[in-house]
């Protein structure tokens, strides 16, 4: 008996496509045609986010392999739009801008639990015994 249903794969797959091409679109231009001065911290944020996307690659043809990496976007994002961007809504201080990337971002914090296998994240990451120390 399979452990993940054939949809729930295929439904994964989809996501790691997402986070590929949405990623690539995002930050692929800048990686391939840097702008001159652009800045260090932006640099490193692209050099991250297009190793996601290059990683979300080994998703399509892994997706239970991979589930550490969709599990990585699904916090990062969640941390950013409920530490950073809610206290900013909140506060009426969002800009266009930033209501631009919330929503970005927030496609990640509603499908990734929506096709993630919890059964299985409980079974291999909670409940199992973990590796020896020694």
Known sequence: MHEVSTF???AMRAL??????GQAVVTGPS?????P?????????CSFLGAI????????????KMLPLMLFEFAWKAIWVFGFWLRLWYGQDTTPTIDETFFEIAIGVVLVPLVVPWGYVWRHYVKAP???WK
């Open 31 to 35: 990686i391939l045609f840097p702008e």
């Open 53 to 64: 996307s290059l990683l979300s690659l080994l998703g399509l043809r892994y997706p239970l």
């Open 8 to 10: 729930r794969l295929y």
């Open 130 to 132: 973990s590796e020896r």
């Open 37 to 45: 001065g652009l800045d260090l911290k932006s640099s490193v944020v």
């Open 16 to 21: 790691y496509l997402l986070m590929f091409v």
